[in-house]
């Protein structure tokens, strides 16, 4: 049975055309891949969908009833749930409070049923196999925490189908397995889903079809059975596509940050010497300390002890501003948090570490900045119309595409850089492994923290896994593999068993 009927979908903003004769089609109980490249049109697709944007043409059929919708209330009640990546959540309410927010259960008095709010939680998270406690708080709850709840909350008001955008961004291995389990088990119940993700092993991993749009176009449509990645990513890029280039060993200076007894905010006893040049891999689960040692390295957090030095040089530890005369810069992780500065333009997003830098008044010499914003747009294929737009008109991946422009025009020679690809798509990808080679090659020193190996074994010259706050093992590149990550990050080398 059809589920979801969208054709023949305009949308244009500004009179910029933005979706061009769309269609998609989901059925029952399938998981659909919304795949294109950063800026191709799927949020967009998606917010006609729930009555966020209204569509200036074409039709949507939702189980056989055409949708008229005006607000994403209105879709939510015919059973259309949104779970963006920017959950929607009240951290200071309840579990149970934010279920049931706006549709509380009251008693016979009109008072609020609080047990039966809680009992029907505690059932719905038991059938899941969910682990929350309807009165826990929700700024207590971990990222994928959060996330299930989201889901709860749209399954208990009946949603048939799911919007998930970029769903495992912010989970590590098992809490993916954990929602993919979750997602088929309902799927079997006939639940339909809309999967939005960059990530191509886990499309082919969950998947069942697949949508491909390119600059707002329908490209086609498929079963996932019948496709390869490769083949999905060129519809995805058409005629941009290249092949990736392969990782190739490189020359590598003097020593240049000596990292000693090195303990602060959720890492201890860390140990790196990096010579200049090189590119250092940092991975680990969520938690492990990859992250949180970039942090405190930039003095972004507190340091208890150890020394850092750049070129022999002691940097004081907790002051950015050493760090950044050190020429250490970084690019932090959960950019749409940290890094946006949503009144300022394009052009000043993107300037805004250089100037940081060197201190200077917040001044653009228009045309030559205009010419590095030229250089860098075309780059890494940022799809925006003009420097003088706000950063927010452009979509996710674009906008990070600019955070890491911003960095990368520093001159800095130590660049840490924590997820530097989240939310950007295959095409994108690749440039920026070029780039992150590049400038390794024209002496930058990286330490980039990620999560994906396969993007270690494109770019790192060795990478340090992390588990329960301590470097656990350096290896070596080609020692780099999901096994061999995995066993080190998970501890199963000490625990005897491989996960
Ligand atoms: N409110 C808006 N005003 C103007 N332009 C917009 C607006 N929202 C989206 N756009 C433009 O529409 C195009 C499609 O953006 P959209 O967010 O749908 O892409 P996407 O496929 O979701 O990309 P990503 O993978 O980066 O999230 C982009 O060029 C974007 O700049």
Known sequence: MKRLEMSGIYKAFNDIPVLKDVHLTVEAGEVHALLGENGAGKSTLMNVLTGVYRRDAGKILFDGKELNNTSVKQTEQQ?????HQELNLFNDLLVYENIFLGKEYTNKFGKLDKKRMKDEAKKLFAELEVEIDPDEKVEELTPSQKQLLEISKALFFNAKLLILDEPTTSLNNQEIDHLFRIIRRLKEKGTSF???SHKMPEIFEIADRYTVLMNGTFIGEGNIVDTNPEAITKMMVGSNYSAEENYQTRACGDTILEIKNFTGHGFRNVNLDVKKGEIVGMTGLQGSGS????????????????????NG???????????MKHKIAMLPANRKENSVIADMSLLENMYLAEHTLSAKQFQISKKKEEGKFEKYKKLLNVKAQNSADPITSLSGGNQQKVFLARWLNTEAEILLLDNPTQGIDVGAKAEIYKLILDLAESGKTILINTLEIPELQKVADRCAVFYDGELVKMLKHEEINEETVMMYSTNAVNAGEAR
Do not use: C, M, W, Y
């Not at 059973?79 to 779970?83: E, L, P, Q, S, T």
């Not at 970039?294 to 030095?309: E, K, M, N, S, Y």
């Not at 040089?313 to 760090?323: D, T």
């Open 313 to 323: 040089e002691n940097v004081p530890l907790h002051s950015i501003h050493k760090a």
């Open 194 to 196: 809309i999967f939005i």
């Open 291 to 310: 992250s949180e040692l970039l942090q405190g390295i930039f003095g972004v957090t507190r340091a208890d002890g150890g020394t850092i030095h750049v």
């Open 79 to 83: 059973g259309i749930a949104f779970v």
